[in-house]
């Protein structure tokens, strides 16, 4: 199952209320076969411009981060769910790749680029490539365009 990150904008309520929503939230999440990995508040602030959400105009909002595992097809479900839930005003998600394991030698790139065997790769590359070159569709068989 890949690892997602869920971003949760909150209305303004208290922190009871809050609670509750993230409750919610993460009920959802295990409810359509979620692995959660944690939660982090961003904090309470003015959101960048007012959203209106669910018949009212928001201005301030609770953000929180939810890192969670799911498979790839629950997420229009959680979306859905996100977005008829009255607490939530706004929501994103994002797929987490794994990060590439890139071997770097500091030898290989001290040496000049000519030198290097991944810039050698991409000159020859270039060589084998066709180069591309104009043919006029005119049917006659020279250019009329050069004299």
């Not at 949760?8 to 009920?27: C, D, F, G, H, S």
């Not at 201005?59 to 008829?84: A, C, H």
């Not at 000519?114 to 991409?122: E, F, G, P, S, T």
Request: hydrophobic residues 35%.
């Amino acid at each position: 199952m890949p690892a997602y990150e869920a971003i949760l904008i909150l209305k303004k309520m208290a922190r009871p209320e809050v609670a509750k929503a993230l409750k919610r939230a993460t009920t959802n999440i295990f409810n359509n076969n979620g692995l959660l990995f944690g939660i982090e508040n961003l904090g309470h602030r003015a959101l960048p411009y007012g959203i209106s959400a669910h018949g009212r105009r928001h201005k301030e909002g609770s953000y929180f981060l939810i890192r969670f595992d799911s498979s790839t097809t629950t997420i229009e479900v959680l979306k859905d769910e996100f977005r008829r839930d009255i607490d939530v005003v706004r929501n994103g998600f994002v797929r987490i790749r794994p990060e590439e394991n890139i071997e770097c030698t500091l030898d290989e790139e001290m040496k000049p680029p000519a030198y290097r065997q991944d810039v050698k790769d991409m000159i020859e590359e270039g060589r084998r490539r066709e180069k591309y070159k104009f043919q006029p569709k005119t049917g006659l068989e020279y250019n009329p365009w050069r004299t």
